[in-house]
């Protein structure tokens, strides 16, 4: 049984990165991630006895006809791809590709928005076979027994098929719960040399260290995907894959993947200590609600090597935090934010403008609050309606949708005619409140005394290049 597991191509150059809730251009943070699920579903494959490949088209540059002609020499007999909402258009015509390549492939498709509107992708990739809804690793494994059985994939949990031109739907699949038994992921199927962190342009990987959030925030479409209850890998078991990736390939850049690293302090605070204990010479991005920390977490955080701390903001405006239902406060934002500053890490801040409710006024708030803090970074987002969360529901009813184009539907861009506030306003609002937070004589000097040597300065101004392309 072959498995080829397929991140699509880019979506006419778009370099987009395509990972659970994070859909977004590779210029956001300047770099493309490495396909976490992808390489899970592969290596619970290999688990099982099969043989897998996996391309990651985005950062290797394969196009469509390149990708054709590789299903042609695998021959798979399951092909594992994902789609985004911004991209979905593009995603799907990813499907005929392999079908012109190899046309006996069972092609099967992972991700938030087939899950929480799998019709979107049989509309558009007609001879697509099934849509792999929710967290896709266990739902692969048993797809993978059925076919090489020769069974029929009807009743496998998970699943949403097309049968004679209906939509069916199978029940839901229960999530997997100890995350300690997943193999690590596939990262030996990877180029590790074409991942490369911002500033140090050295090796990364996108490390999982838990998924699901009890969190009601209504923007956030997360637990379409991973569900409501955090479950969280073992200190050990998280800190054995940091230590295997630097023995096996020399990688001693992380990138924490997960809704909110520190949603458990007290695991939290285990997996620092655990990194200490055993000596490790990493550095590593985490992400972290802010009343989630506390001091010694995060003088933990910066014994263990946390470069840095990005914190979901969303919003200098309490009223706007709480019709975000985020359950923080403004007082708790800057507190976060100071602590981390004393304990030396570095910090981001992941701000959300133009959510229902937003005034120019508001708007001019954040910008005010954010332009205050000890922040290092700052990101600024359209509030987008993504299938799968409440923000979608809500605006569908009120008719604030702008378009239903899919390639707006991304934090760059707004899709959304809030009331007082066209898309066209809240796109405006973005790029000023960038230019105010980082054209400014602080910042700017913050960011050139990063620069050391002539590499420095030639990666800096790529990122540069492709920073301003998601501005």
Known sequence: MRVYCVNPPADHGVKQVREGRCMQRGGAWTTIWTPLSLAYCAAVARKDGHEVFLNDCIVEEVGFADLARKCAAIRPDLVVMNAVTPSLDSDMTTVEAIKQGWPQAFVAVIGIHTTALPQDAFTRAPRLDAVIRGEPELTVRELCAALAAGNAVDGIAGLALMRE???RINPDRAPVENLDDLPFPAYDLIQHDLY?????????????TGRGCPHPCTFCADHTYYGKKLRLRSAKNLVDELEHWGKAYGIREFLFWSE??????PRAKAVAREIAARGLDIEWVCNSRVDDVDPEMLELFK???????????ESGVQEMLDAMKKGTTVGQIRQA???AKAAGVQTAAHCMLGFPGETRATIQQTVDFVRSLRLDFAQFYCAVPFPGCDLYDWAKEEGWIATDDYRKYEQNQSALN????????????RSRA??????RPSMIGNHLSRLRT????RVFGRMVKEFVSWV
Not at 197 to 206: K, V
Not at 303 to 313: D, E, H, Q, W
Request: hydrophobic share 45%.
């Open 260 to 265: 909110g690293f520190t949603l458990s302090p």
């Open 337 to 339: 934010i100071d602590w």
């Open 165 to 167: 031109g209906e939509l």
């Open 418 to 429: 809030i009331p007082g506030m066209s898309w066209e306003e809240i796109e405006k609002a």
């Open 196 to 208: 490369k962190m911002p500033y140090t342009d050295g090796n990364f990987l996108l490390v999982a």
């Open 454 to 457: 002539v590499k420095d300065v």
């Open 434 to 439: 960038y230019r105010k937070f980082y054209l």
């Open 303 to 313: 014994k263990a090597g946390c470069k840095i701390i990005g914190f979901g903001v």
